[in-house]
Structure formats: structure tokens, C-alpha cells
């Protein structure tokens, strides 16, 4: 019954490789968003889809390529990892709660260690 | 460039004190204010605030925003060694088109402890 879930949990991988985070959400919500979060805990968010439209592509490295292939996913594939690509990966939905206010949602994130 | 900044970036305290998280921005657009508490994992909802002056209350925690001053604050009496977290600020903006599809900008987070 989770609503918002990523995998895998943890991802550990060698420079130079090509890595996919996979989120799904089973809340009926239209938006998804991926966040990276470093190792000061600073959130910062990566991409936003609506109905399966890119809406928001902040400033990240061509690497990272999200896909969804329905409104229900939202994966991430990323190329040629770095060692600064080290993080933890959130990814969040969004919808309106029944207090009338549009909140988002987080996975419980993936951890990414490149070594 | 919307940027919110928190303070303190850390803070402990002993079981019982009462701790106020600050949060400022800058932002183009605002839309609203968001404030989250993170524990081992995923970032959990506090509160969302739109309007200056109104006191949003949950238990032991509120929070209120000044859109004037640009900065709301987080407060939080008689802690407990449940509430040790990070607790993060986010400011949701609009685009250009006027509407937002969600955009949050985070600041860097409070890291609270408190001891027993």
C-alpha cells in the first residue's frame, strides 16, 4: 500500500557505468518529480512531469535522462556515472489533499554510491 | 535565482526546551510556503502556509509566514527526542504562465537534536 516507492533502495556502482532508479505511485496523481539530495542534505529539484510532459528540466547534466512511460512512473536513467553523482534520489508526486491543498508526496529515496 | 536559507543549520537541545526554526527567501512568484520534517528517509508534510499572519498548529509544532518580511518560522515546545530530525523549508513558485506544477525550492535544513 505504499504510495510513493523507488527502486532499488541502495545502489552502489563503479564510475563510467549506466544506472536506472525506477518510481511508480499509486495515488492518482498527474505530477512527478524527481529531487537530488547531497550529502549536506540540500534537496534540489532535477525534472518534473506532468501527464507524462516534461514541465520542468532544471539545470542537471544531459546524463540524466527521466522517462515516463505513464503518469504512474517516472523512472531515471543516468549515463556514464561520476563520482559527484553520489546522492540520495528522491522521487515525489503531487496532487490535492482533502484539506484542499496541493502537497507533494516522496518516495524513500535511492541511494546512489558511485565509487 | 529563488533561494530560501534556513537557520540555524543545527541545533541541540535537552527534552522539554522550545526550539524556533527560521526560514527567509527571495523568490519570484510566490505561491506558498511549505515546511517538512525529514527523519531517516522521506521528507514527511508539516505545514503549507499562503496567507501572512495565520497560525497553522499541530500538536506541539506551528508556524507562521510573513510575506512582508519574506520569512516564516517553525516552532516547536516541549521537544522530545522524537522530534531530532532535519527540518526543511520550501518555497513553492509559479512560472511564467502563472502556474506552478509544483516547483519547490529547498533550503539547506535545520538539523535538530534533542537529547533526553
Known amino acids: 500500500d505504499t504510495a510513493v516507492s523507488q527502486t532499488p533502495k541502495y545502489l552502489v556502482t563503479q564510475m563510467g557505468n549506466d544506472k536506472s532508479i525506477k518510481c511508480e505511485q499509486n495515488l492518482g496523481h498527474d505530477t512527478m518529480y524527481w529531487y537530488k539530495q547531497d550529502s549536506k542534505k540540500f534537496l534540489k529539484i532535477m525534472f518534473s512531469?506532468?501527464?507524462?510532459?516534461?514541465?520542468i528540466n532544471e539545470t542537471v547534466p544531459n546524463r540524466f535522462s527521466p522517462k515516463s512511460p505513464d503518469k504512474a512512473h517516472l523512472n531515471l536513467h543516468i549515463n556514464s556515472l561520476e563520482l559527484g553523482d553520489s546522492a540520495v534520489y528522491f522521487c515525489a508526486s503531487s496532487g490535492w489533499t482533502s484539506g484542499g491543498y496541493n502537497e507533494q508526496f516522496f518516495g524513500p529515496g535511492t541511494r546512489l554510491t558511485v565509487l | 535565482e529563488d533561494k530560501v536559507v534556513q537557520s540555524p543549520l543545527s541545533l541541540v537541545v535537552h527534552e522539554g526546551d522550545t526550539v524556533t526554526l527560521n526560514c527567509s527567501y527571495e523568490v519570484t512568484n510566490f505561491r506558498s510556503l511549505l515546511w517538512y520534517k525529514q527523519e531517516k528517509k522521506a521528507p514527511t508534510f508539516l505545514f503549507m502556509l499562503t496567507s501572512s499572519g495565520i497560525e497553522k498548529k499541530s500538536g506541539r509544532l506551528s508556524s507562521i509566514l510573513d510575506k512582508k518580511e519574506l520569512f516564516s518560522i517553525l516552532n516547536i515546545t516541549a521537544t522530545q527526542t522524537g522530534d531530532s530530525a532535519v527540518y526543511l523549508c520550501?518555497?513553492?513558485?509559479?512560472?511564467?504562465?502563472?502556474?506552478?506544477?509544483?516547483?519547490?525550492?529547498f533550503g539547506q535544513g535545520t538539523i535538530l537534536t534533542v537529547h533526553p
Open positions: 512531469y506532468n501527464n507524462k510532459e516534461l514541465i
Open positions: 520550501a518555497v513553492k513558485v509559479s512560472n511564467a504562465g502563472g502556474t506552478s506544477y509544483g516547483k519547490l525550492t
